[in-house]
């Protein structure tokens, strides 16, 4: 996916005075319903309005393919290029609330978070097969290290895949670590999951220190239904 993959760059703000980093930022909204189909054409049509009211420099959707927390969910997704930005929207947006009434879906909103954008990567793809996994450590920046090192170690062995990470802000996620492992096609994920039985990739991961319990993994399709890039 063209945004999903690509996040925001960091931009510089004042904060008291003090030069601050900005922040990217995932609003990930987990719905449930018996008509995917349905939902996602209304999503397609209404991503790029509502991004725009936003001042979302993405949106999208992705759908589980294999373990999904209930079957029927699905994850409508947007990215914002600070925390700013992203607290800046309200649910009271006319224009947002026009397209949502547009909506002949029946659906059920089962959670609505925020996701610190620790990772980013680059694609020029509006669409991609992922494989997600949640984790709580107690040694967050060894793990994003880890993370990194074994997305580069997969490129250099010929895996054409790449790995994003996200941490909750909100929620019962608040805390946890997302890693997407991401590709082109579902072949090519599948060939960089089958790695994980070689004993290099082993290694990688026994150099973290610290505890990490693993919480929930799924994989799912994502596509981009709009994006600020040109």
Same mark, same amino acid.
């Given at each position: 996916?063209?945004?999903?993959?690509t996040a925001c760059l960091?931009a510089?703000?004042?904060?008291a005075s /003090?030069?601050t980093?900005a922040e990217p /930022?995932?609003?990930?909204?987990?719905?449930?319903?018996?008509?995917?189909?349905g939902?996602?054409?209304?999503a397609k049509?209404?991503?790029?309005?509502?991004?725009k009211?936003?001042n979302?420099?993405a949106?999208g959707?992705c759908s589980?393919t294999a373990g999904?927390?209930?079957?029927?969910?699905?994850y409508?997704?947007?990215?914002?290029?600070s925390?700013e930005t992203?607290?800046?929207?309200?649910?009271?947006?006319?224009v947002?609330?026009? =397209?949502i009434a547009?909506?002949?879906? =029946?659906?059920? /909103?089962?959670?609505?978070d925020?996701w610190?954008?620790?990772k980013?990567?680059?694609?020029?793809?509006d669409r991609?097969?992922?494989?997600?996994i949640?984790?709580?450590?107690?040694n967050?920046?060894?793990y994003?290290?880890a993370?990194a090192?074994?997305e580069?170690e997969?490129n250099?062995r010929?895996?054409?895949?790449?790995?994003?990470?996200?941490?909750g802000?909100?929620?019962?996620t608040?805390?946890?670590v997302?890693?997407?492992?991401?590709?082109?096609d579902?072949p090519?994920?599948g060939r960089?999951?089958d790695?994980?039985? =070689?004993?290099?990739?082993g290694?990688?991961?026994?150099k973290?220190e610290g505890?990490?319990v693993?919480e929930?993994g799924?994989a799912?399709?994502?596509?981009t239904?709009y994006?600020a890039?040109?």
């Amino acid at each position: 996916m063209k945004q999903l993959l690509t996040a925001c760059l960091a931009a510089a703000t004042l904060l008291a005075s /003090v030069p601050t980093k900005a922040e990217p /930022v995932m609003n990930l909204i987990t719905i449930n319903t018996q008509d995917a189909a349905g939902y996602a054409a209304w999503a397609k049509a209404s991503a790029p309005i509502i991004a725009k009211a936003n001042n979302a420099t993405a949106m999208g959707l992705c759908s589980p393919t294999a373990g999904p927390e209930m079957m029927g969910d699905h994850y409508l997704w947007s990215f914002f290029d600070s925390q700013e930005t992203a607290w800046g929207n309200s649910g009271m947006n006319p224009v947002v609330a026009a =397209e949502i009434a547009k909506m002949n879906v =029946e659906r059920t /909103v089962r959670t609505w978070d925020n996701w610190r954008i620790a990772k980013a990567v680059e694609s020029t793809s509006d669409r991609g097969y992922f494989y997600n996994i949640r984790v709580r450590t107690d040694n967050m920046a060894g793990y994003l290290k880890a993370v990194a090192n074994l997305e580069a170690e997969l490129n250099e062995r010929g895996h054409p895949v790449n790995i994003q990470a996200f941490v909750g802000d909100t929620g019962t996620t608040a805390g946890s670590v997302m890693v997407s492992l991401g590709a082109a096609d579902g072949p090519t994920l599948g060939r960089a999951m089958d790695a994980r039985t =070689e004993p290099w990739f082993g290694k990688i991961l026994s150099k973290l220190e610290g505890e990490r319990v693993y919480e929930h993994g799924f994989a799912m399709i994502c596509e981009t239904y709009y994006s600020a890039a040109p």
